[in-house]
């Protein structure tokens, strides 16, 4: 999974994530391997943000692989996943938004909650709660991506 989120980090097309951080979060991920050698060729993350908020993060198919639907079959099992944990908003912050737009996600201005629910995501530690705010901190990394909401 590191080097696939390095492939598109250095593009800044995803945001970079420290090793730990990935460690933290491994229990939200789910990966796509190689049938012939178990090489991981894509991965995504579902991180719940609310009772029926949910992001997809850091989904990512190797660069050799792009075109062959791995990245759909996993934002496929992430939404699969969401809808289990009864999840039914699912954001992403993205570059791919044709990508996304197929799978039924739309563009959004503001972040689609009440004002007592933001209040609350206010409290958060969490980077990806503030990019889904749109908070000022987090505007350099978040520039010329689109806010994006599927509902289920």
């Known amino acids: 999974m590191r080097g696939l989120i390095e492939v598109y980090s250095r593009?800044?097309?995803l945001l970079d994530?420290?090793?730990v951080t990935l460690y933290e979060d491994i229990q939200e991920f789910?990966?796509?391997e190689r049938d012939h050698d178990a090489r991981v060729v894509a991965c995504g993350a579902l991180h719940v943000m609310w009772e029926d908020l949910a992001e997809v993060r850091t989904l990512a198919v190797?660069?050799?692989m792009r075109?062959?639907?791995v990245g759909h079959q996993v934002?496929?099992?992430l939404l699969r996943t969401a809808r289990w944990l009864g999840v039914r908003r699912i954001f992403c912050l993205t570059f791919e938004v044709e990508f996304f737009t197929r799978h039924g996600f739309r563009e959004i201005g503001d972040a689609p909650v009440d004002g007592d629910v933001y209040s609350e995501?206010?409290?958060s530690y969490d980077e990806g709660v503030a990019e889904f705010l749109g908070l000022e901190r987090v505007?350099?990394?978040t520039l010329g991506n689109s806010r994006m909401l599927l509902q289920l």
């Open 11 to 13: 593009d800044r097309i």
């Open 17 to 19: 994530k420290a090793t």
């Open 30 to 32: 789910w990966v796509a």
């Open 62 to 64: 190797d660069p050799q």
């Open 67 to 69: 075109g062959r639907g």
């Open 75 to 77: 934002l496929g099992k």
């Open 121 to 123: 995501l206010l409290r």
């Open 139 to 141: 505007k350099p990394n």
